[in-house]
């Protein structure tokens, strides 16, 4: 364990930050998923929308690759425009 106190106020912010990223990743996944269950065209491109941001929004602060976020918007812009 940490003796500093500087050491023990990172561990404790890295765990803040770690709970954070975690809640928004899952949040991400939980609005694709939802968008992949998605029938209607109209709905589905307003939902993109939404999704998008997000996506962006985790690449921006590096909780995932930004490359990994540009394939995953990719795909998703396929398949809402595949809708008929």
């Known amino acids: 364990m940490a003796n500093h106190k ?3 106020k990172r561990i404790r912010a890295n765990e803040a ?17 939802r968008l992949k269950n998605v029938t209607d065209k ?14 962006d929004k985790l690449a921006k602060k590096n909780i995932i690759h930004r490359n990994n976020a540009s394939n995953k918007k990719s795909k998703l ?8």
Do not use: D, G
């Open 6 to 8: 500087s050491a023990l």
């Open 17 to 33: 930050k770690r709970l954070r990223n975690r809640y928004q990743h899952k949040t991400t996944r939980t609005f694709i998923k």
């Open 77 to 84: 812009t396929k398949m809402v425009n595949a809708l008929a």
């Open 42 to 55: 109209a709905e589905a491109q307003e939902l993109l929308k939404t999704v998008t941001s997000m996506i």
